[in-house]
């Protein structure tokens, strides 16, 4: 099959969903001419013209804000929020309008939305330019959250959150931009809510999102030659969240780690943790591990940063500790 | 202008309903019939009724907490307006977001978080404009909401990309307790169009003619494709910002001297000396009005609360 990265793929979603349906746009800050900081949007103002792909001035607050008003009255907007962090200038916006414009009006509109915004701790980010915070939006209901980990599942779950009637936030990792992957030339969608085993294993569940996909992965292999056979988990959607198959793998192991970029505290680890212990308490043989960023501001030289987000080494070495406890 | 006396007649009825609305609801409130708060419209129904009046079926609109009786006017049903403010199932928002959420397909709802309705009117103006269709937004909103950064955003953007939307202020001089003069740094919401490229109008407020000529020009303009507009009308808040409140911040001489600028009275003294209207024919109105409103209320009183099967209801579509 042929590979493409990340970037290409969420750029052929936009291609393909835009083709599809004239009611779909986009709008965010030099996402037109230039075709977006992370090359997301190239060649999409060549093909549909400046009414359906649109720069903005710097208004993050009016750019997540209009795609509600956009959305309730008929058309089907994507933002681009250039940072994650930046959400927190629209926080309102997504939080209370996006998320709870349908319900309080008692189910008067749809709010067909997509706000897709960077995210991670790269080269050269700190504290503002780096966060992964996804957690912050799970908290509200009304709001549907992705996390892709590969070009193939970036593609799939782009188009599906274009088709679907509900806001929708997505999250792309930068450091996962230009990894490439295999990705089929034929159409395809992928499902909210259902979540992937991207390896099996017997003696510890990890569910591991985003760039920690990968790291998580890397581990494993790292960890069988120690004789401990890990199975991972990638839910790619955090709401709706599969815990089901969460739930499921843990009565098979009996061991649960959660692998997150985000801070610890009230993170996706956190919520996850509560849900398996609820659930399946019964079945766990040691105490759920979360392995996540330190709860610090993300700091701007390497040698802190890289004590912050979570490594390939720190996954083999915390899940060893767990053993040996 | 010149308008006919059949037109005059309806422009009188529907605020005479506005003020009938508003002060029915101040006096449920006060009975202990709404199971909320109330923050009363009393003395600035002209400028939401003559705004509202000056759009089309077709056209959009976004009210604030203080125009719940612009919703009747842009023709949501009586029965359906008191079922919001009770919070029945058979309401519009099936009880989920009050009075001030009251909504159609047409009337977009309202912003709990003041200023909300600057982005989504706009973003709703863009809308309009890529599906070319033929209609505007008119969103109203107080003078010190028009201090939130969203204001600003949205008449830059709305005003850069030419969207069909009318922002309608309706300065009433306070925010809660704050006087506009210790809120606001510029003597006139108006004068802020200038910075945005926006065309903009100022308006007696309690004059509902005046409201409705400025918005129908407004109107005009957004749909012949030059963008957005903005008014102020300028009118005055008769009770405290929501039933309870004191009003310790201003002098009663002040509000009786606005009182005396009554918008209804106004323009019914209008009518009456041009005769237009007479007192007779107001009596018959106002009962008819004063039936409607309380089969309404009965309707509503006696109508069921959402349940449980509403609850998890609409959260996603
Ligand atoms: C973001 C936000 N801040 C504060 C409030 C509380 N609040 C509700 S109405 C109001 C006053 C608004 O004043 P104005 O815009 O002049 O409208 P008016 O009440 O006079 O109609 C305030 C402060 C709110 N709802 N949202
Ligand atoms: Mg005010």
């Not at chain 1, 780690?257 to 040691?286: C, P, S, Y």
């Not at chain 2, 910002?241 to 002040?254: P, W």
């Not at chain 2, 609360?305 to 959260?315: H, T």
Request: hydrophobic share 40%; aromatic share 8%.
């Amino acid at each position: 099959m042929r590979k493409i990265t990340f970037a290409q793929a969420l750029n052929e979603a936009l291609h393909e969903e835009m083709m599809r349906d004239e009611k779909v746009f986009i709008y965010g800050q030099d996402v037109a001419v230039v075709g977006g900081l992370w090359k997301v949007t190239t060649g999409l103002l060549d093909k549909f013209g400046p009414d359906r792909v649109k720069d903005t001035p710097l208004s993050e607050a009016a750019m997540a804000g209009m795609a509600v008003g956009a959305a309730i009255t008929g058309t089907r907007p994507i933002v681009e929020i250039m940072f994650a962090d930046f959400l927190a200038v629209c926080f309102d916006e997504v939080y209370n309008k996006a998320a709870k414009w349908r319900y309080v009006h008692g189910g008067m509109f749809e709010v067909p939305l997509v706000i897709r915004s960077s995210m991670g701790a790269t080269f050269g980010g700190s504290a503002e330019h780096a966060q992964c915070n996804e957690a912050l939006f799970m908290h509200t209901p009304g709001i549907k959250i992705v996390l892709p980990s590969t070009p193939y599942d970036a593609k799939g779950l782009l188009k599906t959150a274009i088709r679907d009637n509900n806001p929708v936030l997505f999250f792309e990792h930068r450091a996962l931009y230009n990894t490439k992957g295999e990705v089929p030339e034929e159409e395809y969608t992928i499902p909210f809510g259902k979540a992937e085993i991207k390896k099996q294993g017997e003696d510890i569940t990890v569910v591991a999102t985003s760039r920690m996909v990968s790291r998580s992965l890397s581990a494993a292999e790292d960890l069988k030659k120690e004789g401990i056979n890990i199975e991972v988990i990638d839910p790619k959607t955090i709401v709706p969240l599969d815990i089901e198959a969460i739930n499921q793998s843990v009565k098979k192991t009996g061991h649960l780690v959660i692998v997150e970029e985000g801070n610890r505290t009230g993170g996706v680890g956190a919520e996850i943790t509560a849900l398996v212990q609820e659930n399946v308490f019964d079945f766990l043989k040691k105490p759920i591990l979360r392995i996540s960023s330190l709860d610090v501001p993300i700091p701007f030289n390497d040698n802190l940063k890289n004590m912050v987000i979570p490594s390939t080494t720190k996954i083999v070495e915390e899940i060893k500790t767990l053993i040996k406890k | 202008m010149n308008y006919s006396g059949g037109f005059l007649q309806n422009m009188y009825v529907n605020l005479l309903k506005a003020r009938m609305l508003e002060e029915k609801i101040v006096e449920l409130y006060h009975q202990g019939r709404v199971p909320g708060s109330v923050h009363s419209g009393v003395g600035e129904e002209a400028t939401f009724v003559g705004g509202c009046l000056a759009l089309n079926e077709d056209d959009y609109m976004m009210t604030t907490h203080r125009a719940v009786c612009a919703n009747w006017t842009k023709g949501i049903e009586i029965n359906k307006i008191f079922c919001d403010l009770f919070g029945k199932k058979e309401g519009t928002n099936c009880g989920k977001g009050a009075a001030i959420r009251i909504c159609s397909e047409k009337v977009l709802g309202m912003s709990g978080t003041q200023g909300g309705v600057f982005v989504i009117a706009t973003g709703a103006a863009l809308s309009l404009k890529l599906l070319n269709k033929k209609s505007v937004v008119l969103a109203f909103f107080g003078d010190n909401t028009s201090n939130r950064g969203t204001f600003h955003e949205s008449l830059n953007i709305a005003s850069l990309w030419k969207l069909p939307v009318i922002f309608l202020c309706d300065n009433n001089q306070y925010g809660i307790s704050i006087n506009i003069k210790d809120s606001t740094s510029v003597e006139n919401i108006a004068d802020r169009g200038v910075a945005y490229n926006i065309p903009t109008k100022i308006v007696d407020g309690n004059s509902i003619l005046a409201v409705y000529e400025a918005t129908k020009e407004a109107v005009n303009h957004a749909k012949s494709g030059n963008g957005p507009y903005l008014i102020e009308a300028k009118t005055y808040r008769f009770r405290g910002h929501m039933e309870g409140d004191q009003r310790s911040y201003r002098t009663r001489e002040e509000e009786s001297q606005w009182m005396e600028k009554c918008p209804l009275r106004r323009f019914e003294n209008k009518l009456l000396e041009q005769g237009v209207i007479t007192d007779t024919w107001i009596v018959t109105e106002k009962n008819k009005i004063e039936k409607e409103i309380e089969n309404a209320i009965s309707f509503a009183e006696n109508s069921i609360d959402p349940g449980k099967e509403d609850l998890f209801k609409d959260i996603y579509a």
